[in-house]
């Protein structure tokens, strides 16, 4: 294969958070700039379109020309452009669409629309000079998306070839801490509050319900755990909340993460591979690296990336979409951006009932 791609400039504003990066053919990152709206959003308890889409067309153009100084390169070094259109925020989506779209045709550069959630399952291919992957790690393996806006388990065959094999029937396990988290006051994004309290709390204190744990399903479900947690809170006071909140925090993290490892285990034993992945926003909770880390002694090859490609990132975009532009596959200008995701991104195959489903899937 000629590797016609060498290195894209990449672009992610799908939510809230703007990032840049340049990324080589073999998904090495060359330098990626960032830059959060937490502290926009925070007073109102979660992220506010409007306010998103606004700070993305004020941070973007800067952030891109300090990408660029940063891995002291120019446009010229650039083969093409990688940028999210697909799901996410309209107004969002927009502002990183309509700007890439404008350098490739001012630049004569070809430039591909990707998925966000490809780019998650793709993370654990990135590297850089302070991190690098497992070499063991390789196709086929499962990926546990897990964020303020996700919970899926994909079975990963080869890159283009997803297949969606578990979800959540509710919430997010990001949305499940954020809610938590606002029902105790911590603010928003609640997540990392609650983690951080965690450490500090006795995970036993409190059972919390671990949804759908038990069942023979790669199905998950965090609505239970939300009621469950608005209905103890009701019965205390104020002052009990506040002493008693590192042992909340530590009790409610213990079952979704109990869930998140039994489930992702189970996808795994399922499709006969080693290889687990865990990306998303959550994948940042301490507790379910430590977990996951642990898994390692059951003969598990686990992939979480660094922080920095967990959260939304620019350059895991740019990894997934340099594989499709060496594929020879291209966005023409009439792309627009998308709330949802296209039909054929993802085959789905959920494994709603694995005892109607004896014959566990093999990868080929
Ligand atoms: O992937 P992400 O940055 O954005 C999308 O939702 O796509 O994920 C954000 C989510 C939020 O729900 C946030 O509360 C959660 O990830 N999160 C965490 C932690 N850090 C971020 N959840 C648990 N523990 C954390 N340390
Ligand atoms: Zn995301």
Do not use: W
């Not at 952030?63 to 940028?83: M, N, P, R, S």
């Not at 969002?92 to 998925?115: E, F, W």
């Not at 609640?190 to 500090?200: E, H, I, N, S, W």
Request: with cysteine.
């Amino acid at each position: 294969m000629t590797l016609n791609f060498k290195t894209v400039l990449s672009v992610e504003t799908s939510c809230d958070d703007t990032s840049v990066a340049i990324v080589r053919h073999d998904g090495y990152v060359v330098a990626q700039c960032s830059a959060s709206q937490d502290l926009e959003h925070a007073p109102y308890g979660g992220v506010v379109p409007e306010i998103a889409s606004r700070n993305h067309s004020v941070a973007l153009i800067p952030l891109i020309e300090q990408t660029l100084k940063k891995a002291e390169l120019t446009f010229d070094d650039i083969d093409g452009f990688t940028v999210t259109n697909r799901p996410g925020l309209i107004g969002s989506l927009i502002v990183g669409l309509m700007t890439v779209k404008t350098l490739a045709q001012s630049l004569n550069k070809p430039y591909i629309g990707v998925n966000h959630l490809e780019g998650h399952i793709l993370a654990p291919f990135l590297k850089d000079d302070l991190y690098q992957p497992s070499s063991d790690f390789g196709y086929p393996y499962v990926a546990l998306a897990v964020s303020g806006g996700h919970s899926s388990i994909y079975l990963v065959k080869g890159a283009g070839d997803y297949t969606i094999v578990g979800t959540t029937k509710d919430d997010a396990a990001g949305e499940a801490y954020d809610k938590f988290a606002k029902m105790l006051g911590l603010g928003y994004p609640g997540g990392v509050q609650v983690d951080r309290l965690a450490v500090t709390g006795n995970p036993t204190s409190y059972d919390f319900p671990r949804g759908l744990i038990r069942e023979k399903s790669l199905m998950m479900s965090f609505s239970g755990l939300k009621s469950a947690s608005h209905r103890l809170l009701q019965k205390m006071s104020p002052e009990q909340i506040l002493s008693e909140q590192a042992h909340l925090c530590a009790s409610f993290q213990e079952a979704v993460v109990e869930t998140l490892i039994a489930k992702i285990t189970l996808a795994a034993r399922v499709f006969k591979t080693k290889n687990i992945a865990i990306t998303g926003g959550v994948s940042a909770n301490s507790k379910l690296r430590l977990e996951a880390e642990n898994l390692k002694s059951q003969g598990f090859q686990i992939v979480i990336p660094p922080l920095r490609y967990c959260t939304d990132n620019a350059a895991m975009i740019g990894y997934a979409g340099i594989l499709q532009l060496n594929r020879d596959l291209k966005s023409d200008l009439g792309m627009g951006p998308s709330s949802a995701s296209y039909e054929n991104d993802f085959k789905v195959a959920l494994r709603e009932n694995l005892n109607d489903n004896k014959k566990a899937e093999k990868p080929s």
